[in-house]
């Protein structure tokens, strides 16, 4: 091995040599059927050849050239596509080179809207306990990961949060989803009230609850709850879709299913599938106006924004989904993983609870199901799982820390959008022999 500064450097890592349509493959021989995309990155597997084609033509032509000099034709391309389909009002991309990228130049943009429109005492934001949106200093203070956050916490500009809209703990006995969700657009409300109205910068929330949470899904009528204390205070919303957009949860856009259009919108992974880097955030025609008639020009720029082979392969990833019609397989696929997680663990000891969207789900386990009561921390259960998944061929993607950043087990699912039902019937069986091996061992 070499001199690589890994994630987890005492943890010994099996090389990925391959893949083969949602399977990867180390040098070993062994395939991991990949039920998470990596991150829900890999949209179309991993061997996509219209995907990789279209990468290698680009560089063939154009490998790279500077956006402080040039534009270039996969990036216009892109933008077309993607604002083609985009709710409507959102007219604009910024191109960049991750999801924690997007987050970022959409807090800087949203900052540089009120100072364009002479409002330069909005610069609070607002965001939600237990959400993600990167790992950038930035995206981390707006996420409300107390784990995440704490080692870091010195360095973090200061965001305040509230409720996330999570049903399985968040809603009080006998309460509807209805009162559930008008309770959590009061909760904003006061916030915005504390604040004072004309200091509130935006309020940031995942349309559907990524890593964190784990594909938690909000209660209908939440966001438009949401939208319309924003629209009452001028304040931005800023949905970050890295994880849940670009149709993981069966629309290209998460908020499509929610009835709202936001002011930004930060999308990444399944963006480009993970054939190269890349990340973009969507802006409203008022905001990219506001910057055009005032300063003139957006004052944030990196390196690799528009990367003609990031965006060329991005290109054949949207233009793959749109013309085998994957949203409908994602609709389809995603119904046929619920009914069979319900069927394997609707009345497991220890699921709690069973939610999602599209092929977004999650297991959330439990030390006792009736009581909710979550393992404890110590025995490591989200930790343990994830490796013994792996050993027994499975990629799926556990986490800890829902409830409070320490406490809450959960595993989210996320395979690619080519499954077939023969491959979700492998998923559920070897999720279930791993969490079954796992809870038996102390």
Same mark, same amino acid.
């Given at each position: 091995?070499?001199?690589?500064?890994?994630?987890?450097?005492?943890?010994?890592?099996?090389?990925?040599? =391959?893949?083969?349509?949602?399977?990867?493959?180390?040098?070993?021989?062994?395939?991991?059927?990949?039920?998470?995309?990596?991150?829900?990155?890999?949209?179309?597997?991993?061997?996509?050849?219209?995907?990789?084609?279209?990468?290698?033509?680009?560089?063939?032509?154009?490998?790279?050239?500077?956006?402080?000099?040039?534009?270039?034709?996969?990036?216009?391309?892109?933008?077309?596509?993607?604002?083609?389909?985009?709710?409507?009002?959102?007219?604009?991309?910024?191109?960049?080179?991750?999801?924690?990228?997007?987050?970022?130049?959409?807090?800087? %943009?949203?900052?540089?809207?009120?100072?364009?429109?002479?409002?330069? =005492?909005?610069?609070?934001?607002?965001?939600?306990?237990?959400?993600?949106?990167?790992?950038?200093?930035?995206?981390?203070?707006?996420?409300?990961?107390?784990?995440?956050?704490?080692?870091?916490?010195?360095?973090?500009?200061?965001?305040?949060?509230?409720?996330?809209?999570?049903? +399985?703990?968040?809603?009080?006995?006998? $309460?509807?989803?209805?009162?559930?969700?008008?309770?959590?657009?009061?909760?904003? $409300?006061?916030?915005?009230?504390?604040?004072?109205?004309?200091?509130?910068?935006?309020?940031?929330?995942?349309?559907?609850?990524?890593?964190?949470?784990?594909?938690?899904?909000?209660?209908?009528? +939440?966001?438009?709850?949401?939208?319309?204390?924003?629209?009452?205070?001028?304040?931005?919303?800023?949905?970050?879709?890295?994880?849940?957009?670009?149709?993981?949860?069966?629309?290209?856009?998460?908020?499509?299913?929610?009835?709202?259009?936001?002011?930004?919108?930060?999308?990444?992974?399944?963006?480009?599938?993970? +054939?190269?880097?890349?990340?973009?955030?969507?802006?409203?025609?008022?905001?990219?106006?506001?910057?055009?008639?005032?300063?003139?020009?957006?004052?944030?720029?990196?390196?690799?924004?528009?990367?003609?082979?990031?965006?060329?392969?991005? %290109?054949?990833?949207?233009?793959?989904?749109?013309?085998?019609?994957?949203?409908?397989?994602?609709? $389809?696929?995603?119904?046929?993983?619920?009914?069979?997680?319900?069927?394997?663990?609707?009345?497991?000891?220890?699921?709690?609870?069973?939610?999602?969207?599209?092929?977004?789900?999650?297991?959330?386990?439990? $030390?006792?199901?009736?009581?909710?009561?979550?393992?404890?921390?110590?025995?490591?259960?989200?930790?343990?799982?994830?490796?013994?998944?792996?050993?027994?061929?499975?990629?799926?993607?556990?986490?800890?820390?829902?409830?409070?950043?320490?406490? =809450?087990?959960?595993?989210?699912?996320?395979?690619?959008?080519?499954?077939?039902?023969?491959?979700?019937?492998?998923?559920?069986?070897?999720?279930?022999?791993?969490?079954?091996?796992?809870?038996?061992?102390?």
């Amino acid at each position: 091995m070499g001199q690589v500064f890994h994630r987890n450097p005492k943890h010994k890592y099996p090389v990925a040599v =391959g893949g083969d349509g949602p399977y990867l493959i180390d040098r070993d021989g062994k395939r991991y059927l990949d039920a998470c995309g990596g991150a829900a990155v890999s949209c179309l597997g991993h061997s996509d050849r219209e995907v990789i084609d279209a990468i290698k033509a680009q560089l063939d032509q154009l490998p790279f050239a500077h956006t402080s000099f040039f534009t270039n034709k996969p990036m216009e391309a892109l933008s077309c596509e993607l604002v083609e389909d985009a709710p409507a009002g959102i007219e604009r991309v910024y191109f960049c080179s991750s999801g924690s990228e997007a987050v970022e130049a959409a807090l800087k %943009l949203a900052r540089q809207y009120f100072v364009e429109i002479g409002q330069p =005492g909005r610069s609070q934001v607002i965001a939600r306990r237990q959400s993600y949106h990167g790992n950038t200093l930035g995206a981390l203070a707006t996420g409300g990961n107390l784990w995440r956050r704490k080692q870091f916490e010195p360095l973090l500009f200061g965001v305040t949060h509230v409720s996330p809209c999570y049903t +399985y703990r968040g809603k009080l006995e006998g $309460e509807g989803d209805a009162a559930y969700g008008q309770r959590l657009v009061r909760e904003l $409300e006061e916030e915005v009230q504390r604040l004072g109205p004309d200091r509130v910068m935006a309020f940031v929330a995942e349309t559907v609850g990524g890593a964190t949470l784990g594909c938690v899904t909000p209660v209908p009528g +939440y966001f438009e709850g949401v939208r319309a204390v924003c629209d009452k205070h001028g304040m931005l919303l800023i949905l970050d879709e890295v994880m849940c957009g670009m149709g993981r949860c069966g629309t290209l856009y998460a908020c499509e299913q929610e009835r709202v259009v936001p002011d930004l919108i930060c999308i990444g992974k399944g963006l480009g599938a993970g +054939y190269q880097p890349i990340g973009a955030l969507l802006a409203s025609a008022s905001i990219y106006d506001a910057v055009v008639n005032g300063s003139g020009f957006f004052q944030h720029g990196q390196t690799y924004s528009g990367h003609a082979a990031a965006c060329a392969g991005a %290109l054949a990833v949207q233009r793959a989904v749109k013309n085998r019609g994957l949203l409908a397989k994602v609709r $389809e696929r995603g119904a046929g993983l619920e009914a069979r997680l319900r069927a394997r663990f609707g009345s497991h000891a220890h699921v709690g609870d069973i939610r999602g969207r599209g092929l977004f789900w999650a297991l959330e386990m439990v $030390e006792d199901r009736a009581s909710k009561q979550p393992f404890d921390p110590k025995r490591r259960i989200n930790a343990r799982l994830k490796l013994r998944a792996l050993e027994n061929g499975l990629m799926c993607y556990p986490m800890g820390g829902a409830l409070d950043g320490v406490a =809450g087990d959960h595993v989210v699912l996320a395979p690619p959008y080519i499954i077939s039902e023969a491959q979700l019937d492998e998923i559920v069986d070897k999720l279930a022999r791993s969490i079954d091996e796992v809870i038996a061992t102390k």
